[in-house]
């Protein structure tokens, strides 16, 4: 099922993968996971807050999103290869398809366990909170399979970031707190736009890592739209918009001063946001990508503590 070649090398040489658990492992990508623990962390402080913490129900959105992340990265992994778009000129991390790691058969069957998962996951969540999480569920394994997947995958048109914004900020806070409140709230919706502008912030310099390559196979993300400059100011506007939303959240008395110490972590973003705009190659950007995504993390303790203080 998998064969064992040693890959390629790479302008981001990582040690290749030497067993068949490593290179799951890798095709997991694990470092992009808190992407889905971020937003489950957030929902469920506010629901711990409002005295309507479900432990189970809390557990299951997590297992949930995890399977969720997982299987999108299996299937960006597949049909970025199956369209021609990963090849030997890739300066992001290991693609393990396009590597020879992994049959695209193979990769497959791995995409359909993982949303089989999510989906038993969701059998549980249903029976405990009802029909929206069939909507909520639903919508959210196909916005995983035509991100990349399908005719016209949005992912390639320029709508990643609109995407990203909706799953994995709005749908994934509200719906965690759903799912333990039976309930959605303002407060739940306007603490779910900074975990958006945060995920779609990772995405921004995961697109800018890949716009000469993209651009060369006709992938046409945001940033090949808007080229270097407009994605790097995007970025900047996700880093601002998470920053102002703890204010917001003060302003309108849903939330207590704690949540300030969000705003403040933002600071993290200023050397991020100096070394995008010194360097764009391939290495650098894996490193941006990957402290963007623990800034995420960072920034979803500091302000799940926030909320209930």
């Given at each position: 099922?998998?064969a064992?070649?040693?890959p390629?090398?790479?302008?981001d040489p990582?040690t290749?993968?030497?067993s068949r658990l490593s290179?799951w492992?890798?095709a997991?990508?694990?470092?992009?996971?808190?992407?889905?623990?971020?937003p489950?962390?957030?929902g469920?402080s506010l629901?711990?807050?409002?005295?309507?913490?479900?432990?189970?129900?809390?557990c299951?959105?997590?297992?949930?999103?995890l399977?969720?992340?997982?299987?999108?990265?299996?299937?960006n992994?597949?049909?970025d290869?199956?369209?021609?778009?990963?090849?030997?000129?890739?300066?992001g991390?290991?693609?393990?398809?396009q590597?020879?790691?992994?049959?695209?058969?193979?990769?497959?069957?791995?995409?359909i366990?993982?949303?089989?998962?999510?989906?038993?996951?969701?059998?549980?969540?249903?029976?405990?909170?009802?029909?929206?999480?069939?909507a909520?569920?639903?919508?959210?394994?196909?916005?995983?399979?035509f991100?990349?997947?399908?005719?016209?995958p949005?992912?390639?048109?320029?709508?990643?970031?609109l995407?990203?914004?909706?799953?994995?900020?709005?749908?994934?806070?509200?719906?965690?707190?759903?799912?333990?409140?039976?309930?959605?709230?303002i407060?739940?919706?306007?603490?779910?736009?900074?975990?958006g502008?945060l995920?779609?912030?990772?995405?921004v310099?995961?697109?800018?890592?890949d716009i000469d390559?993209?651009?060369?196979?006709?992938?046409?993300?945001?940033?090949?739209?808007?080229?270097?400059t407009?994605?790097?100011?995007?970025?900047?506007?996700?880093?601002?918009?998470?920053?102002?939303?703890?204010?917001?959240?003060?302003?309108?008395?849903?939330?207590g001063?704690?949540?300030?110490?969000?705003?403040?972590?933002?600071?993290?973003?200023?050397?991020?946001?100096?070394?995008?705009?010194?360097?764009n190659?391939?290495?650098?950007?894996?490193?941006?990508?990957?402290?963007?995504?623990?800034?995420?993390?960072?920034?979803a303790?500091i302000?799940?503590?926030?909320?209930?203080?």
């Amino acid at each position: 099922m998998i064969a064992m070649a040693s890959p390629e090398p790479m302008s981001d040489p990582e040690t290749p993968p030497v067993s068949r658990l490593s290179v799951w492992i890798q095709a997991a990508r694990p470092k992009t996971l808190w992407a889905a623990v971020a937003p489950v962390l957030v929902g469920t402080s506010l629901a711990y807050r409002d005295g309507v913490f479900h432990s189970l129900a809390a557990c299951a959105a997590l297992l949930g999103a995890l399977a969720l992340q997982i299987a999108a990265n299996f299937a960006n992994d597949l049909y970025d290869f199956e369209r021609g778009t990963d090849t030997e000129e890739r300066v992001g991390p290991l693609r393990v398809t396009q590597a020879g790691l992994v049959s695209p058969s193979a990769m497959r069957v791995a995409l359909i366990v993982a949303i089989a998962f999510a989906f038993l996951i969701g059998i549980y969540l249903v029976v405990h909170a009802g029909w929206p999480v069939v909507a909520i569920g639903l919508s959210s394994i196909l916005a995983t399979i035509f991100y990349t997947g399908g005719p016209r995958p949005y992912g390639y048109i320029g709508l990643g970031e609109l995407f990203v914004f909706i799953f994995f900020g709005v749908v994934a806070v509200t719906g965690t707190y759903y799912v333990q409140a039976l309930t959605f709230t303002i407060t739940a919706l306007i603490l779910s736009l900074p975990m958006g502008f945060l995920s779609v912030a990772i995405l921004v310099v995961n697109n800018l890592r890949d716009i000469d390559t993209d651009r060369q196979s006709g992938k046409k993300t945001l940033a090949v739209r808007l080229g270097q400059t407009g994605a790097r100011r995007e970025l900047a506007l996700m880093f601002i918009g998470a920053a102002l939303v703890p204010i917001v959240l003060i302003e309108l008395h849903l939330c207590g001063i704690g949540v300030l110490g969000a705003s403040f972590s933002m600071i993290g973003a200023v050397p991020l946001m100096k070394t995008v705009y010194r360097s764009n190659d391939g290495p650098t950007m894996n490193k941006v990508l990957a402290q963007t995504a623990r800034l995420q993390l960072i920034y979803a303790v500091i302000l799940s503590a926030g909320v209930n203080l």
